[in-house]
């Protein structure tokens, strides 16, 4: 090893001094800066917290009962902390909100510190009073922020409503439902064989996860176009932003027709975010007096079919039927009548399981070994488009299965099955997916206008659910054109 010069040695002394005076001016510039970020805390008024919305804006909720959690967000936009000294509901003894800042419960909170540009998040809930009225009873208060002497406040706002409560509820004799109050279906509504259950124009059904209204004898659900009758899940206001409950298929089980059912109707009313929508099974019966007749309605956002029915009479007029996880419709042997419908399937949650319209039982080639007779489908001034394949059947040759003045998605050419059809035609929804849009009527150039055969057109259907008269020649779909 070579000997170390005292040039050597000196030389390596001053290199060795200035890394380390290097580095230590480094870690101090470092320090600094993350001190200055960090631990400054605004003693300026002018620094204030701001808030996502000024309004909280809950919606309806059921009286007696605890909501759905809802948020806003509080944002520190200053380069600096700040301490919010107190966040407090203005009037606790109302006992109606209840609060949870940045992930701690309580009535009141002090010292709250946000760090520079950054946010906390505020989630709410409530419980508001029975008011023995009927209607929505608006309450309010309002959560204070007080910093530095300065406060500014967020509203909270729900809407109560008083509802008549049924939990396995078994009608046993014929029932009326009246639109006074909503009703809310806790567990699955039952109506035994020989029962009639008679529901008013404007009434609201509400049903709790997994209920179902299981129909041994008959249903009638008489709505009008100005009182709409509403089957829907309990959950109100929105699962996030501006999305609604709604939009969630699968919110409660749906309706279903046992064997024993007989003369059911459904007329405007208005079927939502269920998990199997309309299912009718095996109800002996013909089109002249129909196991189910649907006139005017709205069926939509089903997790599985959105309307089912095996051997059985069905007849659907003027109805929208639409956004479904397997198919819109699905008719198994029996007679099917449908007469100016719109089936349309834009579902949101999963890829589709199959196409829109589903027919089985159909020829020989699918006999499903009942030894019933096969399906007899009139089908006309329907559309059937939408995402995804429309039909599971492009030949019907030979079959008792006829489609008049209908429009599909599929490329095609008329035949004895298919009459006077418009194919690959794309009738112009307003509807926007993205936008969480589901609007069925359509636009003024949609080649549906005009292209309907109003000698095809049923009574029950010279009037559309929207209270729209037919025009001649009629709107293909369940929507009339109507110029705005």
């Known amino acids: 090893m070579p000997e170390l010069t005292i040039i050597g040695v000196i030389s390596r002394y001053y290199i060795t001094m200035k890394l380390l005076r290097f580095l230590f001016l480094f870690f101090t510039i470092i320090t600094v800066a993350t001190s200055c970020i960090e631990d400054g805390v605004s003693s300026s008024t002018a620094d204030q917290p701001t808030f996502s919305v000024d309004t909280l804006d809950m919606g309806m ?3 007696d009962q605890g909501s759905t959690t809802h948020r806003f967000v509080v944002y520190n936009h200053a380069n600096k902390v700040i301490n919010i000294g107190s966040i407090a509901l203005r009037n606790p003894e109302q006992g109606i909100f209840r609060i949870n800042v940045d992930g701690m419960s309580g009535k009141e909170f002090h010292n709250v510190e946000i760090r520079p540009n950054d946010s906390i998040y505020v989630f ?12 929505l009873v608006n309450v309010l208060n309002h959560l204070d922020f ?10 909270l706002s729900a809407d109560g409503i008083d509802v008549e409560r049924m939990d396995g509820v078994v009608l046993d004799r014929d029932t009326h439902f009246t639109a006074d109050r909503p009703y809310q279906i806790r567990d699955s509504l039952v109506v035994l064989p020989g029962v009639t259950m008679t529901v008013d124009p404007g009434a609201t059904l ?24 509403s089957m829907i899940g309990d959950r109100t206001g929105n699962v996030a932003a501006s999305i609604p409950f709604e939009l969630m298929s699968g919110q409660w089980g749906g309706v279903y027709f046992a064997p024993s059912s007989h003369d059911n109707l459904l007329r405007h009313t208005s079927l939502r975010n269920s998990s199997y929508g309309v299912a009718v099974d095996s109800i002996t019966s013909t089109l002249d007096r129909p196991a189910l007749r649907i006139i005017n309605s709205q069926i939509r956002n089903s997790s599985g079919y959105t309307f089912q029915a095996a ?11 639409t956004d479904a996880s397997q198919g819109i419709l699905y008719m198994r042997g029996g007679q099917l009548r449908l007469n100016h419908c719109t089936l349309a399937n834009y579902y949101l949650f999963t890829a589709l399981g199959g196409p829109a319209l589903q027919l089985a039982h159909v020829n020989a080639d699918d006999d499903d070994q009942s030894g019933l007779p096969y399906i007899q489908a009139d089908i006309t001034n329907t559309i059937i488009y939408g995402n995804g394949k429309d039909l599971s059947h492009g030949d019907l040759t030979g079959t008792a299965v006829t489609l008049r003045n209908c429009i599909f ?36 150039e949609s080649q ?11 009574p029950e259907a010279a009037i559309d659910r929207l209270g729209r008269q037919r025009t001649n020649p009629p709107t293909i779909g369940c929507y009339e054109y109507q110029p705005e």
């Open 409 to 444: 998605k599929s490329s095609g050419s008329d035949d004895d099955n298919f009459i006077n059809c418009l194919w690959d035609t794309d009738p112009l929804y307003y509807t926007v997916r993205e936008d969480y849009l589901f609007d069925y009527r359509v636009k003024p």
């Open 124 to 135: 709410v809930e409530c419980t508001a009073p029975a008011t023995g009225k009927l209607g």
């Open 61 to 63: 909720v059921f009286t």
């Open 146 to 155: 007080t910093t530095l002497g300065v406060t500014r406040s967020v509203v």
């Open 206 to 229: 509400y049903f709790h996860d997994k209920a179902e209204l299981l129909v041994y004898g008959s249903l009638q659900a008489n709505g009008t176009s100005d009182l709409p009758i």
């Open 311 to 321: 051997h059985s009479a069905i007849e659907i007029i003027g109805t929208e039927i």
């Open 448 to 458: 549906a206008i005009g292209a309907g055969d109003a000698s095809l057109t049923l």
